[in-house]
């Protein structure tokens, strides 16, 4: 027999759960007479200034609480599952799918592919709409959860259902229209793959997509990951430096006009497209507040601008090492200029400082593969042997998986650290936690 509710796996200290006695183990039934059915409805109603929720204790006695608060204040408590329901699998065969890029043996929750709506509010993943009921959409405007992001790769319904390899991925563009009509504000993506959805169709889609602002904030153009396990898929090839010249031309024709219209830029191209076109960086104001940071739009940008700050900083406080310190750095080939320039500045304000920043190419999944975020623990400890790394080896946080200590290839960091015998810090995705990992300011 199935158990009722939603079980909790933990109360926040000094919220109302608490107060109210809540414990971990207990199961949330209703709130205000309804079944809670996943996270869409626990969101929508906990809203109201009083509520009334049915607990059931471990005894399993019931426990109807009256509850006033805030307008939006929320409970306090963390959920086993955060989707307070099951995950939703893709139902896609995308040409361009990292996924089906992978080699085997790796452990099984890295060939999850999600595609659930209900992420994407949560936790801010893209979906296609393809595994978005009618219902769903119906909940999200009744509910009016948003942002909502969407991966659209192109509007053209026919080359959808080809490049998602799904017969309904274009039909399910219409899903659109009704929440923009909905009033949803929504973000987007386009994972550009050459000879596919680039150059005309790529005009194309962004035409189409301008008609949804201002309820769809921006879009973001990256480019295809290709992987060296691309045996039996659909042929890709990389884009060369012209090809990201040419993509980056065209986003900032459309920026330009985009801008004129709506006082928004709207269409953005991910830090991929200027390393490889070997251009510069636009400027932070061309980011409208950096809403496509985890596509890659803008972090290199952010970074930068987050370290001036804290370099002024320090320099007004007159902060100065008082004895040498040495370290690295390891990251991708796709930031490392960028990391070594910002280090070089360091070095020059701090003359007990040496800092060393090494490149670690990505032989685990091609070296097609620049980012840091897809490096393994084996190619750092590969890579990194013998080498001088100093009191401290400082990592990005973006190398491990999301609240682990475990990298893609399950390596831990104290195994890596055991190996390469030396201490391994991990800096936050901040200018601020760059500079002060960097100088050892705890």
Same mark, same amino acid.
């Given at each position: 027999m199935e158990e009722k509710g939603h079980v909790i796996r933990a109360v926040n200290p000094g919220s109302i759960a608490q107060e109210m006695g809540i414990e971990q183990g207990d199961r949330l039934l209703a709130i205000d007479g309804q079944e809670i059915r996943d996270i869409f409805d626990y969101q929508y109603y906990i809203q109201d200034e009083y509520i009334e929720v049915l607990v059931e204790k471990h005894s399993g006695e019931e426990w109807l609480l009256e509850i006033d608060k805030e307008y939006e204040e929320d409970l306090g408590v963390e959920f086993e599952n955060g989707l307070m329901d099951d995950y939703r699998s893709c139902r896609n065969r995308c040409i361009f799918c990292f996924i089906d890029q992978m080699p085997k043996g790796m452990r099984d929750t890295l060939y999850f592919k999600d595609d659930d709506s209900r992420l994407s509010f949560l936790q801010g993943n893209y979906v296609t709409l393809t595994n978005t009921s009618e219902e769903d959409i119906d909940r999200i405007i009744r509910y009016h959860l948003s942002p909502i992001n969407i991966s659209f790769q192109t509007t053209d319904p026919e080359l959808r259902c080809k490049m998602l390899h799904n017969r309904f991925a274009g039909e399910a563009l219409k899903k659109v229209d009704r929440l923009y009509a909905g009033g949803i504000r929504m973000n987007g993506q386009i994972v550009l793959c050459k000879g596919v959805n680039d150059r005309g169709e790529l005009n194309r889609s962004i035409r189409d997509l301008t008609k949804y602002i201002p309820q769809l904030e921006s879009v973001s153009v990256v480019p295809v990951g290709l992987s060296k396990y691309r045996e039996g898929l659909y042929p890709l090839e990389p884009f060369t430096k012209e090809d990201a010249r040419e993509v980056i031309a065209m986003i900032h024709g459309w920026q330009e006009e985009i801008y004129a219209l709506h006082g928004i830029h709207f269409i953005h191209a991910s830090d991929e497209w200027y390393i490889l076109a070997e251009l510069p960086l636009p400027e932070a104001s061309r980011y409208d507040g950096y809403l496509q940071l985890e596509n890659g739009v803008g972090m290199v940008r952010l970074l930068k601008e987050e370290v001036k700050e804290m370099l002024t900083e320090l320099q007004r406080s007159g902060f100065r090492l008082q004895k040498k310190r040495e370290v690295s750095l390891a990251t991708g080939l796709l930031a490392f200029r960028y990391i070594q320039e910002m280090a070089e500045e360091l070095m020059r304000m701090q003359s007990h400082l040496t800092v060393r920043v090494y490149p670690i190419r990505n032989d685990f999944f091609g070296e097609l593969i620049t980012v840091s975020g897809l490096l393994t623990g084996g190619d750092i400890q590969a #890579?990194?042997? *013998?080498? @001088?790394? *100093?009191? @401290?080896?400082?990592?990005? #946080?973006?190398?491990?998986?999301? &609240?682990? $200590?475990?990298?893609? $290839? $399950?390596?831990?960091? =104290?195994?890596? &650290?055991?190996?390469? #015998?030396?201490?391994?810090?991990?800096?936050? =995705?901040? &200018?601020? $936690?760059?500079?002060?990992?960097?100088? &050892?300011?705890?």
């Open positions: #890579q990194l042997m *013998g080498k @001088e790394l *100093g009191e @401290e080896l400082l990592l990005p #946080q973006n190398v491990l998986r999301s &609240g682990e $200590d475990v990298f893609l $290839d $399950d390596m831990t960091v =104290s195994e890596l &650290g055991n190996t390469l #015998q030396v201490n391994i810090n991990i800096v936050k =995705s901040s &200018g601020r $936690d760059f500079v002060k990992k960097i100088l &050892g300011i705890r």
